[in-house]
C-alpha cells in the first residue's frame, strides 16, 4: 500500500557533501517516525538519525556537526542533508518510516526503501 524511495546517493571525494531524499507514496493516512539507517559492507545496519512527526531530531554521535535531517510533511518526503563526508560513511542508505494507511489510517505499518549507495573516496 505505500512505498519509500530514496534517491541522491553517488560517489563524492572526502569532504564533500550529499542530499538525499526519501519520497513516500500510496495509500497514506500520516507518517509518524521518520528515520535513516546505513549498512556498510560486512557490518550490521545502523541508525544514522530520526525525526518525528514535530520536527525533533536525533543523530548517531557519529555524525552529529555533519548531517542535518528534515522532513516536509506537505510532500511526505524526508531528507538527509550530509556534509564534511568521509570513507567511513560509504554505505548503503535506507530510509524508514512508521506510517498511517488506509483512507481511515487503521492500517499500521513499518516500511522501508530500497536503498541508494553513498561512497566517499578519493
Known amino acids: 500500500q505505500v512505498q519509500l524511495v530514496e534517491s541522491g546517493g553517488g560517489l563524492v571525494q572526502p569532504g564533500g557533501s550529499l542530499r538525499l531524499s526519501c519520497a513516500a507514496s500510496g495509500s497514506i493516512f500520516s507518517i509518524n517516525t521518520m528515520s535513516w539507517y546505513r549498512q556498510a559492507p560486512g557490518k550490521q545496519r545502523e541508525l544514522v538519525a530520526t525525526?518525528?512527526?514535530?520536527?525533533?531530531?536525533k543523530y548517531a554521535d557519529s555524525v552529529k556537526g555533519r548531517f542535518t535531517i528534515s522532513r516536509d510533511n506537505a510532500k511526505n518526503t524526508m531528507y538527509l542533508e550530509m556534509n564534511s563526508l568521509k570513507p567511513e560513511d560509504t554505505a548503503v542508505y535506507y530510509c524508514?518510516?512508521?506510517?498511517?494507511?488506509?483512507?481511515?489510517?487503521?492500517?499500521?505499518?513499518?516500511?522501508w526503501g530500497q536503498g541508494t549507495q553513498v561512497t566517499v573516496s578519493s
Open positions: 525525526i518525528i512527526k514535530g520536527g525533533s531530531t
Open positions: 524508514n518510516a512508521d506510517i498511517q494507511a488506509g483512507l481511515l489510517g487503521r492500517v499500521y505499518t513499518n516500511s
